[in-house]
């Protein structure tokens, strides 16, 4: 596999085609316009500075172009950052194409579909069972390409699928620990919670927040989905208000995002696995950066720390 710009140390020089996942316009202290880019490929991204940047750069180097970059590997605070010595937009002769440059999920859309269907299929519940594969069925395109964020964990294309599948194998372990978990509630609450991500974002490339995601967002958007696919299937049950009740605190408390906090164990076990998901997600793409005997970068939503990996890893 060829070499990808994580690969690269600091001081080696690049000459590379990457692509602007985001482009950002800043004033520097001399009072001329700069662009802050993210740049990336398949293994990943890295930030660079292009100076003196004109209104032309602007539009030359938005978000979901491709360029080609020779510059230096740098560490800036701690951090590897790209010294940019020349750039130039991508023409028909370069042959290269968006999905070379996208970071996707370990797992096949098919897998994960397989995954998901199975978890379905073994839902006892039928009116959990129901509302669970009539929202999968309604935005399923969309579920299987979004990242699950865009940035901090799985924020990759399939990102959102890849973080559900994996929190619904952490669920089936930990209910064969916890016999008492209604398994039907918390695999249903898993497969839900983040599902209005499809509608508050924008699309698995160069994602933002759409208008409603900023206005509303997925929380309270999934919470109207369940209530209106209810309605439509004739479903008014308790197992409705527990559904939405799983995804309205699955953030766990108000200052991290939860109108409620859990108040059923079911909701209260989501937010545990939701959480470890994230956060080992967020750990391991830190770690991936550095070698054994290294700090990683701060990890901003872990408390700012940088963690350490150990010598005997591999």
């Known amino acids: 596999m060829a070499k990808g710009i994580l690969d690269y140390e600091v001081g080696e020089q690049i000459e590379l085609y990457l692509l602007i996942k985001t482009s950002t316009k800043g004033i520097a202290s001399n009072g001329k316009p700069f662009l802050t880019l993210i740049l990336q490929d398949q293994s990943g991204d890295i930030e660079a500075k292009l100076w003196d940047a004109n209104e032309e750069d602007e539009k ?76 999968i069925k309604k935005h399923q395109k969309a579920f299987l390409e979004y990242p699950a964020a865009t940035k901090n964990h799985h924020e990759f294309v399939s990102g959102l699928a890849y973080h559900v599948v994996s929190m619904l194998d952490l669920a089936k372990a930990i209910s064969g620990l916890y016999p008492s978990l209604d398994r039907d509630l918390l ?19 160069s994602t933002v927040y759409t208008l409603e995601g900023n206005l509303l967002g997925h929380i309270t958007i999934m919470i109207n989905e369940i209530g209106k696919v209810a309605e439509e299937l004739g479903i008014n049950g308790e197992e409705v208000l527990i559904l939405q009740h799983l995804v309205l605190s699955h953030h766990g408390k108000a200052e991290w995002g939860s109108p409620k906090p859990p108040l059923v164990k079911e909701a209260e076990i989501l937010h545990y696995i939701d959480n470890l998901d994230a956060k080992m997600n967020m750990l391991d793409r830190a770690l991936e950066r550095v070698k054994p005997g290294e700090f990683t970068e701060r990890v901003f939503a872990l408390d700012n720390r940088s963690f350490y990996k150990p010598t005997f890893h591999k």
């Open 60 to 135: 030359m180097y938005a978000a979901q172009t491709i360029v080609k970059i020779q510059g230096d590997v740098q560490n800036y605070r701690g951090k590897s950052q790209l010294k940019i010595r020349q750039i130039r937009r991508t023409g028909p002769a370069d042959a290269v194409k968006l999905e070379d440059f996208l970071e996707t999920a370990p797992l096949s859309q098919d897998e994960m579909v397989s995954k998901l269907t199975q978890y379905i299929f073994d839902m006892k519940n039928p009116n959990i069972q129901r509302i669970t594969r009539h929202l």
């Open 187 to 205: 695999y249903a609450g898993i497969i839900l919670h983040d599902m209005g991500k499809v509608m508050e974002l924008s699309g698995p490339i």
